[in-house]
């Protein structure tokens, strides 16, 4: 913790309608390493990603990037403070190519004219960095792409910009074996240029190959930020699961909390 | 179902001038400009005077909104109730509605055919017909054309008007196909008196003679316009007559410019103070009488009528059109057209 | 892989809900942006305080009564073109539609003499015959549904024209025929049907409550189900009411009052209607086709089958429009379903809620928003305006309506909800 | 994780066409269903030959003018709406926004006496300022753009009855305006306008030939795109030859001959808009809000102003529709822009091949499906039936073209293509 | 190979417009046993599966079902024989809820109406088995569950019915450490009671963790069809990412055509 964090979120609240989502949760992502986010399916992640890149306000907290507060009101303030992201929900245009897509939002132009053979270019070289051997042709629609193939797109359109912060959402999912090597020695290779990157997944096996420091959301609650050479791999999972790992994790009487927060659910058997 | 005849007055009786109320509905402003423009200013004209009070709506040639303004009247309390039909249908559930809450009725301009109107007041339109059939006829002749071929543009075939017309031109120009004085050219009905759709029908009506075309009988000014457009597109204007009918500034300056034949001039302001009369005669639950009457073949009745006689307008008769201060001489005479007026006596 | 810890507990435990709790969640729903009819209404109230103040007569009996004939045909047509919008699809058509069906009702009893009941279903058949030739062309084809219906509604108006032989009307003599749209069913019938309208609604509402605690599912509190029973009940009780008042201008000539007969034809058209959209498999197979075509092919939904029905639906209820429509007019001629039906139908279910885009919309919609195009068509003849003015108005109005909706949506979608 | 025998090769390698291999592969796609233009030409060709059998003079050169003069308002105003409906938006308002602006540019000449100039400005200028509210209400608002413009839809209905107070007709007399959509530039004219097209085609695809192989890009042969060149200027050539003959009824009253002056006219806003929607991130980014608005928006596209500026260039073009239109009829009445205009530059826009759910289209689809129109239109008008056949025929004419289209396409979602 | 085969695909050829993404596939599915069916990103797995389930028509090739002849024109026909796919691309209709999406296209009736007591109930039971917990509401629409969650809701949809062949297409992308447990044991619970499985995965792990047998795809071509104790981590890698390993997968002159069959796409400096 001796340096400087670059992006911190403190205390944010996110509710959807009744439902709380997020519930004062802190971040801080810290240049030069790869911070793992965990949690189970539904802790509230992918709300996290998306409330730090301005897609959803968020109800109370604040985010400080370089140590000032920072008010993040869409994606384009998101990408004006240098916060790229891939997000779980790939969110490319199925009716665009894969350069078109790559270069969404930040078009080479030669005057008002756009580039397309530079853009092009670029492009072929990202996507043979990442191991992609079996797309036709760069101009094809991505709709007529496979799902590792769409993930492989929207990685090597992050990745594309000089940004700052790197957040990617469970990037390896559809991945095969070659490609989840590429991208995870991408993200090393990211890490020590310098960014800083977020780094979602469930594969544990990941996590401890590539990350510095892990961040444990459970029930929407940031129940521990340790480093990862701390922890046991069973640890994390407790943490994951449960919301604690002997002193780690959110206090006995939290957890109860945590159990209430499920309360609105309907289920059969409930006639007590 | 009501046929029986509506001479009893029975009602709008017992209101004075203070509650006296009278609704108007006109039809639309597409297949004439005469509603907005003439009608509307002349009856308010009339009814102000005689210190009735008056609420004139247009129903866009939407039989729904004809028939919703015609509740929202009654709702609101008018006792004379005089409407302009978009079909007889309507009208006459407008009309029998109205009788049936005791408030009296008006036809003005286009008879409701199995109605119960009070009174029926209106220009001939069969008349108006015949003079724009006389007046082409008349135009050929002058202008020396041999076995002449004649296109009809008539008005939509929705509108029960457009067909009277048709009768009336028709019972002039048949009698000269059949004897072969003429020849019967292309004959088409144009849609909601659309004058875009009218350009292009008659353009494709030239484009399929080859150009062999020798008057057109427009059924109204608006359409008389694109058929002249079109004419004009060919440098055909001025050499084949046109007719139309409303007398329009734009139709007087086409008859000024000699691209058009003639027009018939209807004195709206003669119709519209007739009606006026009877209205708030009725209004004050007073009972006119009336000279004529016209035979509703569907109610079997005979509707009390006033009917005004049409008037065919050429070069030389605009300046009567000005003098009965139908249109003024400034929006008449502008540009170009100040000498022409003055060639033509308007003054 | 590393799998220690995990626990499979019940998915969670529901405290039953109080009728506390109940309120809490509506409004804390409400203020997440799940509004439901709430805008529409909103958007209804604020125009009627908007006309009554501008024309106190629009608040009489009379004037209440006007509303259901006036709004009627376009109602029931905006009814069907629900189902077809819930796909995604359009019908242009539906307008000219009725239209036709209309004009071969008036023709069958006017040329020859057949009966109101075999001219009626005539009709009916005609619009299922049309949608039938809507929905081949657009499902098995593959024409896209605006190009099919645009030839429909050029085809189906020239249809009309042809079948009326031109610019004359024909008209409707049928005392039945004429009945549904201009008379009123006698007060104490109005009383009976709305005290069934009620007693069903409360039956179907305790029933399934029963049904639901039998099973040990999460129900709503008693209190909270006999409260709308009785906000039904209110809002039923007092349209009666008002509605059986006499609202003759003159009660010697002829006395007026009672439920338009329209009203229960209506009433009973949405009550079928959302019962098959929201409680059969066929309904749900609809929702499922508009939100995502390809996942109910996949799930074994036979695509065309509804896609063709809703076609049919559409059209059928766009002949029984026509029918009201004809008998609101006493006659058919070349314009009837023409002007302003079909873009005043489709605007119904739009404001009322329904998505262009498919997969969203209830039946409930066209009623609403048919409301609010009645209430605007209506205030508006009131106000006396010249016709320039008057669509100046109307449109300024409606758009003030949609933004009330629009507005109270866009604070849900601040909250991340939509 | 094994990560063990992974070997970064170069994505491919990729020979160079040739041009058999060109053809081949167009022929694949081709058979693969991936149509472009084909089906609407095909649609196009098939409506031609059937008028020519009907009514041989359907193929001289004043029916060929007329076609274009018939057809440019329409077309002009659907190349607009091709924008709001790549956003998957709809503007039912264009008709009528057109007759706005045109009743301004006739007012103002008429009662102001402007000079032409003026008064097309004023009438841009109404476009785009209509343009900017529709697109505030629907963007920044949210009220659904159906509602929107249906609002503008009767709203601008009574704006032009207003502009020119009441039903009157008023009169254009202004010769540029008039010559607009009723005279041709001269012969030579033509030829010059047409060789510089043909040389400035011909330079944009060289050059973006040499740019690609300067990368080492993939580059089509040669030969293949000289014979896209030469394609275009034959092309042309046959239609500017045809437009250049002889076609007054009477040779020595009046000499008619040379390119109608709204063909350039289209032409340079085909060009310019088809420039900016396919060379230009603006345009790449409204392809891309229509695909997938919420993508879009995270890759940091302002979706708003994207949304307001269609709306802009859509009641823009309208504007110049409206010009076109008024300088055909020689006067604007109530009816400039009104009955069928929408429906028809909305069904061009479709049958040209654009979709109604956003991200698919062109600017070309509008002239490709304006012919259409035009074409049956046009035709129609040549056969003389009365009313009634001429509405049933125009609708099974339009649903036989898009039958075609529908049907060559139908054999692309065989093969798992669309 | 003792048992018959319950599914047999022979010879499968599928393109697309020009592109051939199946070339002559032939597959067995046995009951009682887990296929794995592995290859790298754009394989063409996904497309066997939809040809499988009549998603996609096939241009060669034919199916046999109980050593049957069938045909398969669309998932009505799949469904009918007793097949059952989770998709990749989950297939869910967002705009409706969990419970009507698990029941879609054969919901429960109580005479015409739907009988929503008893599928809210069934449906609560099956998650429950998949040890979701975070899901709040069963009626709440899909398009506000995470990504796991639908992932969750997708394979709850196509193990409640009692069908013969399950086929997963990546079904544990998304999910998290506990939930990915329950459904490898869910689909060894599945073989075991005699179903025939099909498991698309990238992780080599659980696919040893739990397959009979495994299939590899390699371009589109089928390489290599061997029991599971036959073959190690190391060889299948081998086979997914170069087509081969040692004498299993494709002859050295096939590989050739492999790399032929790329030869559309379009690349820098191609310049020979
Ligand atoms: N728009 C929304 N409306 C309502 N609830 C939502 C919405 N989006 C997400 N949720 C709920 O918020 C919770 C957190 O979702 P989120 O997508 O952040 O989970 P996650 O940690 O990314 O899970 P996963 O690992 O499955 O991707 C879930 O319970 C989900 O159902
Ligand atoms: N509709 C389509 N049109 C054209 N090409 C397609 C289409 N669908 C898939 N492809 C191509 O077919 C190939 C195989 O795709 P498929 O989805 O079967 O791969 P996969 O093995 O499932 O890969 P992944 O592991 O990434 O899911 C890919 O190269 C893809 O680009
Ligand atoms: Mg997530
Ligand atoms: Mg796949």
């Known amino acids: ?272 | ?347 | 892989m590393t799998t220690t810890a995990h626990h499979i507990e019940p998915v969670a435990v529901a405290p039953k809900p109080t009728v506390g709790s109940h309120i809490r969640d509506y409004l804390s729903r409400v203020g997440g942006g799940d509004l439901g009819a709430l805008p529409a209404v909103l958007g209804l109230i604020v125009l009627c305080v908007f006309f009554a103040i501008m024309k106190p007569v629009f608040f009489s009996a009379g004037n209440f009564a006007n509303l259901f004939t006036q709004g009627a045909a376009v109602t029931i047509i905006a009814m069907g073109l629900i189902f077809v919008l819930l796909l995604g699809e359009i019908d242009l058509s539906a307008g000219f539609a009725s239209g036709v069906c209309a004009a071969i009702l008036a023709q069958l009893m006017a040329e020859q003499g057949a009966p109101w009941y075999l001219a009626v279903l005539a009709a009916i058949v005609t619009g299922v015959v049309i949608g039938l030739v809507l929905g081949f062309l657009v499902a098995k084809v593959g024409i896209p549904s605006f190009v099919v219906t645009l030839a429909g509604f050029l085809a189906f108006q020239g249809t009309v024209l042809l079948l009326i032989k031109g610019g004359t009307n024909v008209s409707i003599r049928d005392d039945v025929i004429l009945a549904i749209a201009n008379k009123n069913i006698v007060p104490w019938l109005g009383w009976v049907l709305t005290i069934i309208g009620i007693a069903g609604y409360a039956a179907v509402v305790l029933l399934s409550r029963r049904r639901r605690a039998a099973r040990g599912l999460v129900t709503e509190p008693l209190a909270v189900a006999v409260g709308r029973i009785a906000a039904l009940a209110v809002i039923l009780g007092i349209a009666v009411f008002v509605l059986n008042q006499e609202r003759s201008r003159n009660v010697v000539v002829v006395s007026l009052k009672g439920v338009p007969i329209v009203v229960p034809i209506i009433a009973a058209l949405l009550i079928i209607w959302t019962f098959i959209l929201r409680r059969t498999a066929y309904g749900r197979h609809i929702y499922a086709v508009g939100g995502n075509r390809e996942a109910a092919r996949r799930a074994g939904i036979s695509v065309d089958r509804i896609r063709i029905s809703v076609f049919v639906i559409c059209s059928g209820m766009a002949a029984i429009g026509g029918i009201v429509a004809a008998s609101r007019a006493n006659s058919v001629d070349a314009n009837t379903g023409g002007s302003n039906v079909l873009l005043y139908a489709v605007g119904a279910a739009v404001i009322g809620g329904t998505s262009l885009f498919g997969g969203k919309g209830r039946v409930l919609d066209a009623l609403l928003g048919g409301a609010v195009i009645a209430v605007i068509d209506n205030g508006m003849g009131l106000m006396g305006l010249s016709s320039g003015q008057k669509f100046v108005f109307t449109g300024v109005v409606l758009l003030l309506a949609a933004g009330v909706d629009a507005l109270s949506r866009r604070r849900a979608a601040a909250t991340g909800t939509r």
């Open chain 1, 1 to 272: 913790m001796s340096v400087t964090p670059l992006l911190e979120a403190r205390g944010i609240d996110k509710r959807f309608g009744p439902v709380q989502v997020l519930k004062d949760v802190d971040l801080t992502v810290t240049p030069g390493e790869v911070t793992a986010l965990v949690g189970d399916n539904g802790a509230g992640k992918s709300t996290l990603v998306k409330c730090i890149s301005g897609i959803y306000p968020i109800d109370a907290g604040e985010f400080l990037f370089d140590g000032q507060p920072v008010t993040i009101h869409g994606p384009r303030d998101a990408a004006g403070l240098g916060i790229e992201v891939v997000y779980q929900d790939l969110a490319l245009c199925d009716n665009l190519d894969i350069v078109q897509n790559m270069f969404l939002g930040r078009e080479r132009r030669s005057g008002l004219v756009l580039d397309e053979p530079t853009m092009e270019q670029m492009a072929a070289e990202t996507l043979a960095g990442l191991s992609v051997r079996t797309v036709k042709s760069l101009r094809q629609h991505v709709s007529s792409l496979s799902g590792g193939q769409r993930q492989t797109v929207a990685i090597a359109k992050a990745v594309l910009w000089n940004s700052k912060v790197v957040i990617l959402d469970e990037p390896t999912a559809a991945l095969g074996v070659a490609q989840t090597a590429q991208v995870l020695e991408l993200v090393r290779r990211l890490a020590d240029r310098g960014l800083a990157v977020v780094l979602i997944s469930h594969n544990m096996n990941d996590v401890f190959a590539v990350s510095d420091r892990i961040a444990a959301l459970y029930l929407g609650q940031m129940v521990a930020q340790v480093k990862t050479t701390d922890v046991t791999h069973a640890q994390v999972v407790e943490l994951i699961t449960a919301g604690r790992s002997g002193d780690l994790g959110l206090a006995a009487e939290k957890i109860d909390n945590g159990v209430e927060y499920a309360d609105t659910l309907t289920t059969p058997g409930a006639e007590q």
């Open chain 2, 1 to 347: 179902a009501c046929g029986d005849d509506s001479g009893s007055g029975d009602s709008g009786s017992g209101t004075d001038t203070k509650t006296a109320k009278i609704g108007v509905i006109l039809p639309d402003s597409a297949s004439s400009a005469r509603w907005e423009t003439a009608d509307r200013k002349y009856l308010e004209e009339a009814f102000k005077a005689a210190g009735v009070q008056y609420d004139i709506q247009n129903a866009q040639g939407d039989k729904t909104q004809f028939q919703t303004i015609a509740d929202q009247m009654i709702t609101s309390g008018v006792n004379v109730l005089m409407i302009v039909n978009l079909d007889s249908g309507t009208g006459k559930a407008v009309l029998d509605k109205a009788k049936s809450q005791g408030v009296a009725t008006i036809d003005y301009d286009r008879l409701t055919l199995g109605g119960s109107a009070q009174y029926y007041v209106s220009f001939d339109n069969v008349a108006v017909g015949k003079l724009q059939g006389e007046g082409l006829v008349q135009c050929l002749t002058t202008m020396n054309k041999q076995k002449p071929v004649v296109a009809e543009l008539n008005g939509s075939q929705t509108d029960n008007n457009a067909t009277l017309f048709k009768e009336g031109y028709d019972s002039v120009l048949k009698p000269k196909y059949t004897s072969g004085d003429y020849v019967q050219g292309p004959d088409q009905w144009v849609p909601d008196w659309d004058n875009a759709q009218a350009g292009t029908i008659f353009e494709q009506m030239l484009t399929e003679k080859s150009g062999k075309i020798d008057g057109v009988l427009a059924a109204n000014d608006g359409l008389g316009n694109a058929v002249i457009s079109v004419l004009k597109k060919n440098n055909l204007n001025g050499k084949v007559p046109v007719t139309g009918q409303d007398a329009t500034v734009q139709g007087l300056q086409n008859i000024l410019a000699g691209d058009q034949c003639m027009t018939v001039y209807k004195a709206i302001k003669q119709e519209a103070d007739a009606a006026a009369d009877l209205a708030i005669g009725l209004a004050k639950g007073e009972k006119k009488d009336t000279t004529q009457t016209v035979k509703d073949p569907d109610g079997n009745r005979d509707v009390p009528s006033v009917l005004l006689t049409p008037k065919a307008i050429t070069k030389e008769t605009v300046k009567d059109v000005v003098a009965d201060g139908f249109v003024t001489k400034a929006e008449l005479c502008t540009g170009n057209f100040a000498t022409l007026c003055t060639q033509a006596g308007v003054s």
